[in-house]
Nanobody, 127 residues
């Protein structure tokens, strides 16, 4: 089992920055990568970013590319999401998710491929 706990959400103004963190515990040696997804009210869960723990390769959704950065803390079991230049449309509950199997290319973007999920943290961006 893998447990994930997100932190760092809150209320920010448009254009500001916010950093989310996801701490993994349990059988972390089995994790192949961690991703961030988000879900706004009335919408489906959408991919934000992911990082492959073995290769360090990062994946981003087009709508956050250049603004958000995903990183892992020095090989530790914590992954951060630095959100710069946030927009009101970034408002959502952000979820951290862990994947155990090897993924390739666009499969990182599909939430169905992730095995464990955190409880989520609310991010609200005011205009």
């Amino acid at each position: 089992q893998v447990q994930l706990v997100e932190s760092g959400g809150g209320l920010v103004q448009a254009g500001e920055s916010l950093r989310l963190s996801c701490a993994a515990s349990g059988r972390t040696f089995s994790i192949n990568g961690l991703g961030w997804f988000r879900q706004a009210p009335g919408k489906g869960r959408e991919f934000v970013a992911a990082i492959n723990w073995s290769t360090g390769i990062e994946y981003y959704a087009e709508y956050v590319k250049g603004r958000f950065t995903i990183s892992r803390d020095n090989g530790e079991s914590t992954v951060n999401l630095l959100m710069n230049s946030v927009k009101p449309e970034d408002t959502a509950v952000y979820y951290c998710a862990a994947v155990l199997s090897r993924l390739y290319g666009g499969n990182w973007f599909r939430h169905q491929n992730y095995d464990y999920w955190g409880q989520g943290t609310q991010v609200t961006v005011s205009s």
